[in-house]
């Protein structure tokens, strides 16, 4: 019974992640038909196509792209911003997001872009990835700090 309720909780990990991004994205796409069929169908009339929902939904990205890339937009976006810096519980969900979209952005600097590297434990088969936080490392004190960080182990029981 052990067996097959660990079998459960794995394959429950596995899909959680696969289901739960399908739910969102059919909320998003419902939301945005929804959306677009109050706001654009008394303008167009009978001419809606399904699907319109999803076309704005990509053109108001496409659209917010172009106007944070314009010269002065960065200020704008950091008041924008602020409300959700400072409350305790979105923050940290805020700022988790925002670090993993910087990390794909494709305007970093090449010293603030980090490289990925695989570490043996000495004494040990395991392998592990991580992540080179900085490139000159003349400042940090000999052999006591490192400038690799990577994220904690997850060990399943076997």
Known sequence: ????????????????????????????????????????????????????????????????????????????????????TNLPVVKSIYSSLKDFADYFSPRRDAAAQQTVVVLKLPGHELEVVGLITRQNVDDLPPASCRAIAWPSICRWAT
């Not at 019974?1 to 459960?8: H, L, V």
């Not at 038909?33 to 990509?58: C, K, N, S, W």
């Not at 108001?60 to 911003?81: C, D, F, N, Y």
């Open 1 to 84: 019974m052990k067996r097959i309720s660990q079998y459960f909780f794995r394959g429950l990990l596995a899909a959680l992640p696969l289901g739960l991004t399908v739910y969102l994205l059919y909320l998003f796409l419902r939301w945005s038909e929804t959306l677009v069929l109050h706001l654009i169908r008394p303008l167009i009339g009978e001419y809606y196509v399904p699907g319109m929902g999803l076309a704005l939904g990509v053109a108001s990205i496409v659209l917010l792209g172009v106007l944070i890339s314009q010269p002065g937009a960065g200020r704008l976006l950091s008041l924008v911003e602020l409300p959700f």
